[in-house]
């Protein structure tokens, strides 16, 4: 049994019940950590806080990664809260919804340059704003996807982010090494969150992924939550710069 009790993580991501960021907050709240969710906006919280307050003793705030302001914001409402912080979780990506659909040569500036602020920026940013406050060694975590190394048709930019996100985690892990702040991403399988509804053939893509994977079966939150706890473990004090894949074994499987 995993005892994050006398730690502190922050999970960027949360939505709804639906939401990856969800999957781990209930996993690191269960192994006691104290934890503060956020979400994108007002619009959001509702819902967001809605879920927050069902975990006693979690904090819930927001920010849009997009703001550089916002970032300082909250670290130093953080700085103030809790002193210390152990655990990062970035679990945000987007691109405009018309970037994952139709004909890749047909990205536009503007949506590769949103979904690369939004979706590999941030987590540069909000791992600047945590690093300081990792005084004992820390863990920080990002949620990647297979497209990033294969080919999944219409995940288009979003592909190409991952890539960067990818790269960016093993460039954070070498820098941030010395601190003892490991940096990792895990690779989930696609799953039914408010992100990947809109997608046309989700529905399709879960099935397969469900014939073709060595388990037979999809993927939950809470599996993803599992290996977050992991991560954010000292179970895995010697795992940096790694994609760790939670997707009942698809990736392995050439045929
Ligand atoms: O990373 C994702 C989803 C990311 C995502 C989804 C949306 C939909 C709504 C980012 N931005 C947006 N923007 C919107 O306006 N996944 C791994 C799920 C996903 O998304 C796909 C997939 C899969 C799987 C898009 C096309 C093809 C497959």
Same mark, same amino acid.
Do not use: P, V
């Given at each position: 049994m995993i005892n994050l009790a006398g730690k502190t993580a922050v999970v960027f %991501?949360?939505?709804?019940?639906? =939401?990856i960021a969800w999957g781990i907050a209930q996993k690191l709240h269960e192994a006691g950590a104290t934890l503060a969710i956020g979400y994108l906006n007002e619009r959001m919280k509702m819902e967001a806080q809605g879920l927050i307050d069902e975990l006693p003793g979690a904090h819930g705030f927001q920010c849009d990664v997009s703001s550089d302001a916002e970032i300082e914001s909250v670290f130093a409402s953080f700085k103030e809260k809790f002193g210390k912080l152990d655990i990062l979780v970035h679990a945000i990506a987007y691109a405009p919804? +018309? +970037?994952?659909? *139709? +004909?890749? #040569?047909?990205?536009t500036r503007e949506g590769f340059r949103i979904a690369h602020d939004i979706s590999v920026y941030s987590l540069i940013a909000v791992s600047r704003g945590a690093a300081p406050l990792m005084t004992d060694g820390g863990s920080i975590m990002t949620m990647t996807y297979y497209a990033a190394e294969k080919v999944v048709p219409n995940y288009n930019v979003m592909a190409v982010a991952k890539a960067a996100l990818e790269s960016t985690v093993r460039y954070l892990a070498w820098n941030l090494g010395p601190r003892n702040i490991r940096v990792n991403a895990i690779s989930a399988g696609p799953i039914k969150t408010l992100a990947a509804? %809109? #997608? *046309? =053939?989700l529905t399709e893509m879960m099935k397969t992924h469900s014939d073709r994977a060595p388990l037979h079966r999809n993927v939950d939150q809470l599996e993803v939550g599992g290996a977050a706890l992991f991560l954010a473990s000292?179970? =895995?004090?010697? #795992?940096? *710069?790694e994609t760790i894949y939670v997707d009942c074994g698809y990736n392995i499987m050439g045929f």
């Open positions: %991501g949360l939505a709804n019940k639906r =939401s919804a +018309e +970037e994952l659909r *139709g +004909e890749f #040569i047909n990205t509804r %809109g #997608i *046309g =053939s000292d179970l =895995s004090s010697a #795992i940096t *710069g």
